[in-house]
């Protein structure tokens, strides 16, 4: 008994020894989510293409959707260690390429690639947690986690108006290459643990084609939509037959494939389909809000960007705290999904008040609404992440960290990129001269109204709010949609 408790490395020795290896790699995967968001209204006056500028976050959204099956496959092959150096050097050198960018279409190719690494680092480091630290421990170390989630989401949006006020935008790019240097340091003092090479494994090539066929096409379709003219209409009717074949391709292809890319056994239970879908809806409602909230707060109360950052401020400080909370109670408690359960209430209620009564809010009320929103938004991932590590079991932990990440991408992209169909739909069927207003005013701020008729500018602004009550009321769907999925996972406790 003795000898077993000397091998067993102490709390603070676990601690010390995983998590400042990870803490940073996460860090930076989270960090490049939300880091754009209030420099978008800069890029698009500097880039043109207001229109297409939500794609500079749904591009490494949809690129990091691609890589997290892919990372948690070659993972359970050939080890965490070494394709954390490969994720690493991507998105080093993905951010150099978008600090170079001379357009939103070169801008938007270069998060794609920049997603490539850092979906990897978001599911490599998921996978550390599972593969080092004991079943009834790892809620508490994913609160630690979604600690150095939450204080990169809340680095991203102050830190990112800050530095595009100060040095412009190209600044929150080239900020990754130090900071992703320091990240391969570190990593060198992960223990190495070899993958479980398969005899005769083969990478899923045809697996990913059709993966790619699928998302990409959907989601280019919900852009075109965002036009909601009759010239869009068939561009949109083929990249969603294509989407949805190339569904139906992929479905076929893991069923049949050795190795699937996709972790189709671990989607046959219904905990771990049920928490990858409450991922993704939960992605889905919070990429959105932090991706639109700042162009509301542009156009509609003329924020700068760095104003935007500390306003965004309560919203990610709101989520560490609801996730550290969470994840305490999870350890001591083993009950996991009744927190989402109860939490998706009030994000739901929150965001629907929200979409009705936005513009009755001075400045501090929304910033503690924020705070309140993410409280409860906070209740969510990390027991995501606990309940379906614990019922995939330790020969899958990294298809499981892939699968909830792949989930939660998912859904932010497609979240973000309907939300953005939804707003620019509304401005289009309300009025079809407010679009064009709106990416003026999205470029230059309320200055560009000074030009505008005093009628005018009032049924604009009018126009422009009912957008955005159309686009909050959006998120709050799908948060309702998450809450009935927490309701209805079959697993309320950790085994």
Partial sequence: MKDDLEAKPSTGRLFLSVFPSIMLPMFLAVVDQTIVSTALPAIAASLGGVERVSWVVVAYLLAGTIAAPVYGQLRDVYGGKRMMFAALGIFIAASLLCAVSTSIEMLSLARILQGLGGGGLMTLSQALIGEAIPPRERARYQGYLASVMVASSTFGPVVGGLLTHHFGWRSIFLINVPLGLLAVLLTVRLERRPGRPQQAWSFDGMGLV??????????????????????????????????????????VRERRAPHPLLPIHLLRQPTIWRSDALAACHGATLVSLVTFLPIYLRVLRGTSPSETGLLLLPLMLGIGAGSMATGRIVSRTGRTTIFPSVGLIFVTAALVLLGLFAGDLGTRQLSLYLAFVGLFMGTVMGVVQVTVQ??????????????VQLSRSIGAAAGTALVGTVLFAALALANPDTAPLFATLVQQGPDALAAVPAPRRAMALTEIASAFRAAFLTMAAFAAAGLWLAWTIPSRRLS
């Fill in 390 to 403: 614990n019922a995939a079991g330790s020969a899958s932990l990294g298809s499981a960290a892939a699968s």
């Fill in 210 to 251: 059709l993966f790619i066929a699928f998302i990409a096409p959907v989601l280019l379709a919900l852009q075109q939509a965002q036009r909601m003219s009759a010239s869009a209409l068939p561009g949109f009717l083929v990249l969603t037959g294509i989407g949805i074949a190339a569904l139906l391709g992929l479905i």
